[in-house]
């Protein structure tokens, strides 16, 4: 979870986000 938070790639920004989402909801 720590890596996805980490911004290394533009891909994975975008990603990060959608995984915040499931872990809000």
């Known amino acids: ?3 996805l938070m980490i911004p290394e790639s533009g891909d994975k ?3 990060t986000r959608k995984g915040s989402d ?4």
């Not at 499931?22 to 909801?25: L, V």
């Open 13 to 15: 920004k975008p990603q």
């Open 1 to 3: 979870m720590i890596n």
């Open 22 to 25: 499931m872990i809000d909801s």
